[in-house]
C-alpha cells in the first residue's frame, strides 16, 4: 500500500474520492458502531491499498467509547441538525464536559454562536477544525472540561480531516459521511429507534 505520508502518489495511483469515502467510513464506524477506534490515525499510520481498502498500522493508542456515549453522541448529532442547542448542551453534560450540577442555561448561546459560526452558509461547509477552535474558546469562559477520551475522539477527528483535506482541499465531511448515516439509519434498528426518541 501507500502510506499517507505520499499524498502524491495516492493521487496519482488510486481514485481520491473513493479513497477519502472508505476512510471516512472507516472513522465512522470505529466511533459509532464499534465503539473501538484508532487513536493515534496519522499520515504514518494509515496505508491506501491498491483495491482502495483503507489499512491502519500501530495500535498502541487505541480507546473505547461506551455504548451510552455512543448513543449520546447520536443525540447530539440529530440536537446540532436540529439546532436545539438546550438539547446540545445536555449532551455535554451527558457526556462529561460539564459536570452535572453546572448550569447550562449561560452556555446555551454561546453554543448556538458556535455552531451558526461553525456552520458558514451550509450544512456542507461543516469542519471539524472551526468547530474545535470555537470550542476551545469556551473551555476558558466556562466550567468546561474535554474528558480524555473525547479528547482522543476529537484528536482522531482532526488527523483524518486534515489527511483528507490534504488529498481533496474541497473535501466536505459532512457530504462523504451523509450516505454512511442515511444508510445507517436505513438498516439500524437500533439506531432508528434512539433516533425516534430523541426526535
Known amino acids: 500500500g501507500i502510506r499517507c ?3 502524491a502518489a495516492i493521487q496519482r495511483n488510486l481514485n481520491v474520492d473513493n479513497f477519502i469515502r472508505t476512510g471516512v ?11 473501538l477506534f484508532h487513536g493515534d490515525p496519522h499520515p504514518g499510520n494509515i496505508f491506501a491499498l491498491a483495491d482502495g ?11 473505547e467509547i461506551s455504548e451510552k456515549n455512543k ?12 439546532k436545539d442547542y438546550v438539547e446540545m448542551a445536555g449532551d455535554f453534560s451527558r457526556l462529561g464536559f460539564l ?5 447550562i442555561e449561560p452556555i446555551v448561546p ?18 471539524f477544525r472551526n468547530v474545535t477552535g470555537k470550542f476551545n474558546e469556551l473551555v476558558f469562559q466556562y466550567p468546561i472540561r474535554i474528558p480524555e477520551r473525547f479528547s482522543l475522539v476529537i484528536r482522531t477527528l482532526l488527523i483524518q480531516e486534515g489527511i483528507c483535506i490534504t488529498l481533496s ?31
Open 25 to 35: 467510513v472507516s472513522g465512522l464506524r470505529q466511533l459509532l458502531e464499534f465503539g
Open 71 to 82: 448513543q449520546v453522541l447520536i443525540d447530539a448529532v440529530v440536537h446540532a441538525v436540529n
Open 169 to 199: 482541499p474541497q473535501f466536505k465531511f459532512l457530504e462523504v459521511a451523509y450516505p454512511y448515516v442515511a444508510k445507517r439509519l436505513l438498516t439500524d434498528d437500533s439506531l432508528r429507534e434512539r433516533l425516534t426518541q430523541v426526535l
Open 53 to 63: 481498502r483503507i489499512a491502519y498500522v500501530d495500535f498502541g493508542n487505541v480507546a
Open 5 to 7: 505520508t505520499d499524498p
Open 99 to 103: 459536570s452535572e450540577e453546572t448550569d
Open 110 to 127: 454561546a453554543l448556538e454562536q458556535i455552531w451558526t459560526d461553525s456552520m458558514g452558509k451550509s450544512l456542507s461547509e461543516f469542519n
